[in-house]
């Protein structure tokens, strides 16, 4: 009986602390769609939204690469030599300042984490 009980407060407990550990998974990405405009900005991809990691940056006709050097709950601040993005996680919203072009995009959130 006393085992049991034990086993039930043990169980009890790794599920609280289990459940509150927000940044426990195994993998997880966030795409942003956008509506392109003048810039032709057609997607974010990023597959480890992390500050240091890279993001994908898709245009009408190629294809960048830029770091994350800002990420909070709210926003990711993606640069590289002529861009910076900075984008609103919860709504899409995206500003790009890519070299003397500034281009506000409504973007279509898309994430995943397991």
């Known amino acids: 009986?006393?085992?049991s009980k034990n086993l039930f407060i043990c169980l009890t407990v790794c599920l609280?602390?289990?459940?509150?550990?927000d940044d426990?998974?195994?993998f997880s990405y966030e795409n942003y769609n956008c509506q392109p405009r003048l810039t032709s900005l057609y997607e974010i991809r990023i597959s480890q939204p992390k500050p240091g990691a890279f993001a994908n940056i898709l245009y009408a006709k190629d294809q960048s690469k830029a770091k994350i050097t800002?990420?909070?709950?709210?926003?990711i601040i993606i640069e590289s030599k002529s861009l910076r993005l900075i984008v609103d996680r919860q709504t899409g919203f995206t500003k790009v300042y890519k070299d003397n072009i500034y281009e506000s995009v409504s973007c279509v959130v898309d994430k995943f984490k397991m």
């Open 24 to 26: 426990l998974s195994r």
């Open 1 to 3: 009986m006393k085992s």
């Open 16 to 21: 609280i602390i289990l459940t509150g550990c």
């Open 70 to 75: 800002s990420l909070t709950k709210t926003q």
